[in-house]
C-alpha cells in the first residue's frame, strides 16, 4: 500500500463524512434547533475563501505517548478540515454562503472532502481536482489529559499554481462576493485573487495570519481585517509586548481596520482604527491593556467584551495610532465538557466572517465569536460540535 493509500473502509464518503460514521456522535446534534427565531440572514452573505482543504486523521490517547510507544486510542474521527475548510464550513452553519478556492486530488480522500463541504453548504465549485496525486491530510493526536492536539500535516500534491485558477473562475468566485478570506496558504494563488478584488472589486479581505508564512507579507499589505494567533503579532513585529506589537502592525499595514489576536482560554485582544484624528492625550498602550483586565468580570461563565474609548495609542519606539482596544473573555467551558480545541481559531474567523457580513459592532463581535468557539470545542475534530444559527446557545448573542 503506498503512502497515500489507505483502505477503502477508511475513505468512503459515507464512512469519513456523514453522520453515518461508527464513531460515536456527539451532544451538539441536540442543539440544532431553537424554539426562537434567530434574526433575519445578511442580505450580502457571500464570501469567498482560498486557502487548505483538507483530511483530519484525529486519535484521542489518555496522555501524549513517549518516543517508541504502543499505545491505544480513546477515541478517533476521521473528517474534513483545514483552515480555510474549518472557517467556511462553520459560516455555513451560521448561515452564509461560502465559496472555497483550493485543490484536492481525485483520490477518495478528495472526493470526500468535496462532498462534506457541499453537505454543509460551501461551494466547491471552484475548488481545482488534479489527476493523480494526493489530497491533503493531517494526523492530529488529542491529549485527554492537557487538552492540547499535536499536529502532523502532509500537504497536497501536486500543489496549486495560480494559473489552475483560470480568469473566468476568479471572476465567477468573486461576483457578489461581501469579504474574501485566506488562510495564508495557498500564497501564489492568494496573492492573485487579492490583487484582483483589489484593483477591480474593492472587496475587504480577512487574513488569517497563523504564523509566518511565505507571501505573508503580500497578503498583510493588501488585506483589510487580521486576526492573529498568540505567538504571531510579536514574532512578525519583533516588539516587547502583546499590545505594542498590534500597535506596530497598525502602523506598518495602513489599509488595515482592525487586528485581533486570539488567546484560547484568555479570550482576545482586539485593536481597532479610528478613522478620526483623536485630539486627547496618548495613552500608552500596555497600561491601558492592564486597566481593562483589572474590568473583567471573574464571575461570569459567558464571553463578554471590554472596551476602551477611542485615544491616541502610543507604544515606545514604534510610534501612535488613534483607535480603541476591545478585550474579549472566552467562555469558561467546564473541564468536563472540554473535548478538542482542533480548529478553535478556524470557528472563531468564521463566526467574525459572519458578524462583518451582519455588520455587527466589535463589543457584539467578539463575544459571539468566542462563544462559536467554545461550543466546537466540546466536541472531538474541528467540525463535529460546529453549531447551527438556530443553536439556542447562540440566541442570546445573535438577538
Known amino acids: 500500500?503506498?503512502?497515500?493509500?489507505?483502505?477503502?473502509?477508511?475513505?468512503?464518503?459515507?464512512?469519513?463524512?456523514?453522520?453515518?460514521?461508527?464513531?460515536?456522535?456527539?451532544?451538539?446534534?441536540?442543539?440544532?434547533?431553537?424554539?426562537?427565531?434567530?434574526?433575519?440572514?445578511?442580505?450580502?452573505?457571500?464570501?469567498?475563501?482560498?486557502?487548505?482543504?483538507?483530511?483530519?486523521?484525529?486519535?484521542?490517547?489518555?496522555?501524549?505517548?513517549?518516543?517508541?510507544?504502543?499505545?491505544?486510542?480513546?477515541s478517533a474521527k476521521l473528517q474534513g478540515g483545514g483552515n480555510a475548510g474549518n472557517a467556511l464550513t462553520c459560516a455555513a452553519r451560521l448561515g452564509l454562503k461560502p465559496r472555497l478556492i483550493s485543490k484536492v486530488a481525485d483520490d477518495p480522500q478528495g472526493k470526500g472532502i468535496l462532498e462534506e463541504l457541499e453537505s454543509d453548504g460551501v461551494d466547491s465549485s471552484f475548488i481545482v481536482v488534479s489527476e493523480g496525486g494526493n489530497s491533503p491530510f493531517t494526523y492530529i493526536i488529542v491529549d485527554d489529559q492537557t487538552k492540547?492536539?499535536?499536529?502532523?500535516?502532509?500537504p497536497g500534491y501536486p500543489p496549486m499554481t495560480p494559473d489552475e485558477l483560470t480568469k473566468s473562475n476568479l471572476l465567477a468566485a468573486l461576483d457578489g462576493a461581501r469579504?474574501?478570506?485566506?488562510?495564508?496558504?495557498?500564497?501564489?494563488?492568494?496573492?492573485?485573487?487579492?490583487?484582483?478584488?483589489?484593483?477591480?472589486?474593492?472587496?475587504?479581505?480577512?487574513?488569517?495570519?497563523?504564523?509566518?508564512?511565505?507571501?505573508?507579507?503580500?497578503?498583510?499589505?493588501?488585506?483589510n481585517y487580521v486576526?492573529?494567533?498568540?505567538?504571531?503579532?510579536?514574532?512578525?513585529?519583533?516588539?516587547?509586548?502583546?499590545?505594542?506589537?498590534?500597535?506596530?502592525?497598525?502602523?506598518?499595514?495602513?489599509n488595515v481596520e482592525f487586528v485581533v489576536v486570539t488567546l484560547g482560554e484568555d479570550g482576545c485582544l482586539m485593536l481597532e482604527r479610528s478613522s478620526e484624528n483623536n485630539q486627547s492625550?496618548?495613552?500608552?498602550?500596555?497600561?491601558?491593556?492592564?486597566?481593562l483586565k483589572l474590568k473583567k468580570d471573574a464571575n461570569t461563565n459567558s464571553p463578554t467584551c471590554i472596551s476602551s474609548g477611542f485615544v491616541k495609542l502610543h507604544a515606545k519606539g514604534i510610534g501612535t495610532v488613534c483607535g480603541r482596544l476591545l478585550l474579549g473573555t472566552a467562555e469558561r467551558v467546564p473541564a468536563s465538557e472540554l473535548v478538542d480545541t482542533t480548529g478553535a481559531g478556524d470557528s472563531f474567523i468564521g463566526a467574525v466572517l459572519y458578524s462583518l457580513c451582519a455588520d455587527m459592532p466589535p463589543e457584539k463581535m467578539l463575544p459571539f465569536a468566542a462563544q462559536v468557539a467554545g461550543i466546537g470545542c466540546r466536541a472531538l475534530g474541528a467540525r463535529t460540535g460546529l453549531p447551527w444559527r438556530s443553536d439556542p446557545r447562540l440566541s442570546s448573542f445573535l438577538g
Not at 148 to 154: K, L, N, V, Y
Not at 227 to 249: D, E, Y
Request: hydrophobic share 40%; aromatic share 8%.
Open 227 to 254: 486576526i492573529c494567533s498568540a505567538k504571531f503579532p510579536q514574532a512578525w513585529t519583533g516588539t516587547p509586548s502583546l499590545p505594542t506589537a498590534l500597535v506596530s502592525m497598525l502602523v506598518k499595514l495602513p
Open 148 to 154: 492540547t492536539r499535536t499536529c502532523i500535516h502532509t
Open 179 to 223: 469579504l474574501v478570506y485566506f488562510d495564508s496558504r495557498l500564497h501564489e494563488t492568494a496573492l492573485v485573487v487579492a490583487q484582483e478584488q483589489a484593483t477591480r472589486k474593492g472587496i475587504p479581505i480577512l487574513i488569517d495570519a497563523e504564523k509566518k508564512r511565505e507571501g505573508l507579507d503580500d497578503l498583510l499589505s493588501l488585506s
Open 1 to 74: 500500500m503506498s503512502l497515500y493509500s489507505y483502505p477503502a473502509s477508511l475513505v468512503k464518503p459515507a464512512f469519513l463524512f456523514s453522520n453515518s460514521s461508527p464513531f460515536p456522535s456527539t451532544s451538539s446534534q441536540r442543539f440544532r434547533m431553537s424554539s426562537a427565531a434567530p434574526p433575519p440572514l445578511p442580505d450580502d452573505r457571500i464570501v469567498l475563501g482560498c486557502g487548505a482543504a483538507t483530511v483530519d486523521f484525529l486519535a484521542a490517547v489518555a496522555s501524549y505517548p513517549n518516543p517508541d510507544d504502543k499505545i491505544r486510542s480513546t
Open 281 to 291: 492625550e496618548e495613552v500608552d498602550v500596555d497600561d491601558l491593556v492592564e486597566t
